[in-house]
């Protein structure tokens, strides 16, 4: 079982940037409702890809210079990350299928 990894500025070049593999990142904040509905399928899909993909959250209010740098401007945003590089988004709440559709396509 691999738990999704709490990503700061201060790994983010380790976990991110350096991965070995592709990194689906959970872009969320506490207040955002869309985010918290979205939160137990990023946790599935965290199980299910376990070995294949790196799956790291970060709270765009506690890490406002990660949110900068993706130039975030609305959430729950999910990217995919190959490599150091932005490779995919989806932007808003998708169902389960539609974001294992969006892994797949990236792996």
């Known amino acids: 079982m691999?738990?999704?990894i709490k990503i700061t500025a201060e790994n983010f070049e380790s976990e991110v940037k350096n991965s070995d593999k592709p990194v689906l990142l959970d872009l969320?904040?506490?207040?955002c409702g869309p985010?918290?509905?979205l939160s137990p399928v990023i946790s599935d899909i965290a199980d299910?890809?376990?070995?294949?993909?790196?799956?790291?959250?970060?709270?765009?209010?506690?890490?406002p210079q990660l949110?900068?740098?993706?130039?975030v401007e609305s959430i729950p945003l999910v990217l995919i990350v190959k490599d150091g590089k932005t490779v995919d988004s989806s932007?808003?709440?998708r169902p389960k299928e539609q974001i294992k559709e969006f892994v797949e396509r990236n792996l």
């Open 48 to 63: 299910e890809y376990a070995g294949k993909i790196k799956v790291g959250k970060i709270n765009v209010d506690e890490q």
């Open 2 to 4: 691999m738990p999704e």
């Open 67 to 71: 949110a900068a740098m993706f130039g």
């Open 91 to 93: 932007l808003g709440y």
């Open 35 to 37: 985010c918290r509905m």
């Open 28 to 31: 969320w904040a506490e207040w």
